[in-house]
């Protein structure tokens, strides 16, 4: 079950900050916040993540709420090509491995 | 470097029919998933393997599905006597830590 909730869609306006919203309420201390982005047709393609502190990379910056309850994925100026379905994901630790629960996702569209 | 790869691409087959559908993780990636995905959902966990061992496979939807990964490197995601609710992606995905990485998946259409 995913653990995460979204926004179905979003628009932006191409060249100006996309801000994806994810709320994960029940998440545990040492669950990280994981970003992947879906482009038509092609595999997730990892963005980002976090355990509580903000962080930011080449693609993309997440911050995220001191209760840790929710988090924001910010892509600074966007463009055409960002135009994506975007999952926040918690990964949980199991015996074995770190589980991914994807949710539904956010369908961004990056409009001209 | 060479990310991960999946054949077929596009896979179609008759009710009944038994497929397979292979994965190539990046070399040198210990752990390897399988997971499905419908039509406007979210990627659904099925299988994980560390090397050759199938340590996780509750996601696995029945026991007509079947994964192995005999020398810890190639694995073929198996479905035997195909139902059309099996129509969906089948995405595989590799990690040496804690990331995944995807490959761009097979999609299976069951008539």
């Known amino acids: 079950d995913a653990k995460t909730t979204q926004p179905p869609s979003m628009d932006c306006a191409e060249g100006r900050a996309a801000n994806l919203p994810c709320n994960h309420s029940t998440i545990s201390g040492n669950e990280y916040v994981y970003w992947y982005r879906q482009i038509h047709s092609q595999g997730p393609q990892y963005i980002i993540h976090g355990l509580k502190n903000n962080e930011t990379n080449e693609m993309a910056s997440l911050i995220i709420t001191e209760d840790r309850k929710s988090s924001t994925l910010i892509l600074p100026h966007a463009t055409l090509r960002d135009t994506a379905v975007y999952y926040c994901i918690v990964r949980v630790a199991t015996d074995n491995f770190n589980k991914f629960y994807f949710g539904s996702g956010t369908k961004l569209n990056v409009k001209p | 470097g060479a990310g991960v790869s999946q054949s077929p691409r596009y896979k179609v087959a008759k009710r009944g029919q038994d497929v397979a559908l292979r994965c190539d993780p990046i070399s040198g990636h210990v752990s390897l998933f399988w997971y499905q995905q419908a039509l406007g959902q979210g990627p659904e966990f099925l299988t994980y393997f560390q090397n050759e061992a199938q340590l996780d496979k509750s996601g696995l939807p029945s026991d007509r599905f079947f994964a192995e990964r005999p020398e810890g490197s190639v694995s073929t995601l198996k479905i035997q006597r195909t139902q059309q609710e099996d129509s969906a992606v089948y995405l595989c995905?590799?990690?040496?830590?804690?990331?995944?990485?995807f490959g761009p998946g097979t999609r299976l259409l069951v008539l």
């Open positions: 995905a590799s990690s040496l830590g804690w990331t995944q990485y």
